[in-house]
């Protein structure tokens, strides 16, 4: 299940938890499978999808939930940096990841904003607070100032605040790759087709072994 779902029981599913989820099925299966720098395979799954995630996040599975919506990337827990399979299936995680997580930060935002959202609109503000209105200075006063910094200052009074928390356009972008199916599939489709599968690359297990 998408981190969202086991935090949100009630919500209804989207393709966007439809994919997640898929996502961690694929996960599972490379790191069980396929060849990588991981050298605990057993302990990485039980960490990522096992593990309890702290107060208030009983029902979220382990690492994943830091993963989706913090970090955006594959860590090895044998030691710090990305979990890698030196395969197309790098650059598949890869963009899952950042669309996944953009389309958590867009969730949260918009979120948070439709909380904030006053009931009532606010009373006007008065005239002087708007930036647009022209600054009346002496030709006095202006001998006594630098022009780019009076230029700096009128700048700075129109300006828009900035939102460090907003999600950016590519965050936007990123987060409509989920909406639907279709982007997805193509990624996987250009994965597979890719000439640098490696003829070794999956795991041998006892059963490769015995003779036919």
Excluded at 22 to 34: D, G, I, K, P
Excluded at 129 to 158: M, N, R, T, V
Excluded at 190 to 197: F, I, T, V
Aim: a negative charge; glycine letters at 4%; one cysteine or more.
């Amino acid at each position: 299940m998408s981190v969202n779902l086991i935090t949100h029981m009630t919500k209804p599913v989207t393709v966007a938890d439809e994919l997640e989820s898929f996502f961690h099925v694929l996960v599972y299966y490379a790191v069980r499978n396929l060849r990588s720098n991981c050298t605990n395979i057993t302990s990485w799954i039980d960490n990522f999808f096992h593990s309890y995630e702290g107060p208030k996040r009983m029902f979220t599975c382990g690492e994943k939930s830091v993963t989706m919506e913090c970090t955006g990337r594959l860590e090895n827990c044998s030691w710090e940096g990305p979990l890698l399979f030196s395969s197309p299936m790098d650059s598949v995680f890869d963009f899952f990841l950042k669309s996944l997580r953009a389309h958590y930060k867009v969730m949260a935002y918009e979120a948070a904003k439709a909380a904030h959202r006053p009931k009532t609109p606010p009373p006007s503000p008065p005239l002087w607070l708007f930036p647009d209105i022209d600054i009346d200075i002496d030709d006095d006063d202006d001998e006594e100032y630098d022009p780019e910094q009076l230029a700096g200052w009128k700048a700075s009074l129109a300006a828009e605040p900035v939102d460090e928390f907003a999600p950016t356009p590519e965050d936007r972008d990123l987060a409509e790759t989920v909406v639907d199916h279709k982007f997805i599939l193509g990624r996987l489709a250009s994965a597979l087709d890719h000439s640098y599968w490696k003829g070794n690359d999956r795991i041998p297990t006892t059963k490769d072994s015995e003779p036919s």
